[in-house]
């Protein structure tokens, strides 16, 4: 059975766009437009099949921008909107009609409702296989007045089986086409959503299980708050650094590995205290987050990093992720040497390594191979070391975004 989602986002929504020019079902809440929450939301029910948006002519560009952080393959082509929401949803479900003939339900979907739970959609849909339309809804909660001219109250009304609608509100395919077309004949006819086409059509619409999470952002009060909400859990990306380095022996009688000390025949020959595998660690970090590499942060041309230890580097790094709310998952090393034996100290370098960059010892991996006697690090002139990192990023701190904004 096919199962189409027609999400209308044609309104011009000034109520809680006045701060920006954009309308407000495409401004950005933790990270993503709105519409493209109301998007992921609906494509990750498995029972939709496709998706259908109703937009505002002079919103292609937007359209096109929400839909690159809400990827899926259920969308078909957008669909421009009438001058009101009943034109803008009559629209649709013809475009729905045309492109996807056997469509057996709808769910037409507010785009100012972006955070619709998986079970309002499931009780809709199950409230379809009885009845030829159902709806979302919560009790009222509050005492409901009426008042005159003068504002006083002349009556308090009984609240019992009165309810707040929500959307998506669900129908049968074809009657609610039909009656949505005969509406539309009906121009003295005002109709506030399409449960009261139904019902003006003889549909019999039933009521099922709404959320508070599924209110609508009308006002910038409400979308203050959306925003609030989702700071706690803005988009996150992970990306991935690799970083490589080499220092060559001198004489000396210990070595500086992965932020400790251990006694060699011979030392690391550097501008600093020559730690090949935090210098490597370093860059990984450092081209996770695009931000340059060692050199151009510590240039060796600085006498002020003469003999400097290295965790200064690393923990510079990783308090670059930690400015752009950023966080490291994890970290690996692996030093080519024939020498000294790095299997001894392995926990103590991945404890330093996890204090350097305040993360747990088990996310640190410290891994040693020889180069079977070939080539440089063979000959034991010098030590090897690559590192890879992964970070996660917030979305909104990536470049592309910030050009969009
Ligand atoms: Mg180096």
Redesign the pocket.
Known sequence: MTIAALIVAAGRGTRAASANSQPKQYTSIGGKPMLAHSIANLSAHSKISTITVVIHPDDHAPYSNAITSAATDKLTAPVVGGTTRQASVLSGLEAISKSHPGTAHVLIHDAARPFVPHDVVDGVISALDVNEGALPALPLADTLKRTDLDGLITETLPRANLWRAQTPQGFRFAPILTAHREASKHTDKEFTDDAAIAEWAGMNVAISDGSRDNEKITTSEDLSLAKLTTTAEPAFETRIGTGF?V?KFAAGSSVWLCGIEIPHEQRLD?HSD?D?GL?ALTDAILGAIGDGD?GQHFPPSNPKWKGAASHLFLRDAAQRVTDRQGRIINADITLLCEAPKIGPHREVMQAAVAEILSIEIARIGIKATTTEGLGFTGRREGIAAMASASVLLPVEMTPTHSRNR
Do not use: E, R
Request: glycine content about 14%; aromatic content about 0%.
């Open positions: 380095d220092h550097g020559a090949v210098h060692i």
